[in-house]
Nanobody, 122 residues
């Protein structure tokens, strides 16, 4: 049973990346999935999350309009499309799950995958 984040890398400011969070050993169908990030010397912060029941999404103010979260239940995978990347988006990105309930927020995520490093630099 694990979550595996992938898709990170080095990208120039203004560029794009798509992160993937693949689950194995369990289905994501019944969970809220969240993306978080932790930059060097900073606390981990919530980036985006998506509900399983109705697809409702939530974004941190810092990424609204630039990032899009989506899920493909058939592939048991959640994606984070990141556009117009900025140097301040540089961080290790993690995905995590929690139960699917309201309010939709970044609290109480209890199962974490290994992260993927995103570096935005010229």
């Amino acid at each position: 049973v694990q979550l595996q984040a992938s898709g990170g890398g080095l990208v120039q400011p203004g560029g794009s990346l798509r992160l993937s969070c693949a689950a194995s050993g369990f289905t994501l169908d019944y969970y809220t999935i969240g993306w978080f990030r932790q930059a060097p010397g900073k606390e981990r912060e919530g980036v985006s999350c998506i509900s399983s029941s109705d697809g409702t999404t939530l974004y941190a103010d810092s990424v609204k309009g630039r990032f899009t979260i989506s899920r493909d239940n058939a592939k048991n995978t959640v994606y984070l499309q990141m556009n117009s990347l900025k140097p301040e988006d540089t961080a290790v990105y993690y995905c995590a799950v929690r139960g699917d309930y309201r309010p939709l927020d970044f609290a109480n995520f209890g199962f974490w995958g290994h992260g993927t490093l995103v570096t935005v630099s010229s």
